[in-house]
């Protein structure tokens, strides 16, 4: 493959990312309009990566596309919660299961190192989307480490639905540190290997992300 070639996958894939976090964080407000003008500027890349990060943003339903209107970020649906996490109840604890039995012994330890992280945040009061940056991480890296690229795209998906509802109602919620905090034991049991204990706790914590939502709606 040209080089040229490569790097133009490159700074698509890149654009991609970035984008999507946006959307996911409600950096990118639900509704507003996607300029891929505006944003090639923004992230410093030609319009050609960044349509691509678009069209892939359609199919991940970040974003939809009008004919002669343009292209805009997704209504974030509250309805969707229950279709969501009936998903991810069955999956999240398959991709823990998974990581438990599959991951490598650097990834075990790289689950380690998130873990000491978190545990490490001390208690001052810090932006609630900064810690919801560490749920992603968190997510991401359990389904690299259960080595299913299939089961790691759709989880991906789900999670970043789940996160943009999470975020629509972030300023409604008290606390979402012992949301994050969970995430500690999980990682542990998934770095140890324990799979039946890593599939249990994965599915209290979405289970309990469900209720959080809930309560406040």
């Known amino acids: 493959m040209p080089a ?6 490159s700074l698509a894939e890149a654009a991609y990312r970035q984008l999507r976090d946006k959307l996911i964080m409600l950096e990118i407000k639900p509704g507003a309009p996607i300029n891929d003008g505006q944003l090639a ?9 960044v349509r691509e990060a678009i069209k892939r943003l359609e199919v991940d339903h970040l974003v939809v596309s009008y004919p002669r209107r343009g292209t805009f970020a997704t209504i974030v649906d509250i309805t969707e919660l229950a279709d969501v996490s009936d998903i ?3 999956l999240e604890p398959l991709a823990a299961r998974r990581a438990a039995t599959n991951a490598s012994s650097e990834m075990r330890e790289e689950l380690r190192e ?13 932006d609630k989307r900064e810690l919801m ?28 639905l789940a996160t943009r509802i999470w975020c629509l109602v972030l300023d409604k919620l008290p606390s979402v540190a012992g949301h994050i905090t969970e995430h500690v034991g999980l990682l542990e049991a998934v770095a140890d290997g324990d799979a039946d204990l890593a599939a249990k706790l994965a ?5 309990s992300f469900e209720k959080s939502v809930r309560q406040v709606l």
């Open 114 to 126: 998130v873990a000491r992280a978190i545990s490490g945040l001390d208690a001052t009061p810090r």
């Open 88 to 90: 991810r109840e069955l």
């Open 203 to 207: 599915l209290e914590h979405v289970s």
């Open 41 to 49: 500027t923004e992230l410093g890349v030609g319009r050609t990566p």
């Open 4 to 9: 040229a070639e490569e790097g133009e996958i």
């Open 133 to 160: 940056r560490y749920d992603l991480t968190v997510h991401r890296l359990i389904y690299r480490a259960a080595g299913n690229p299939h089961l790691e795209d759709t989880l991906i998906r789900y999670d970043n």
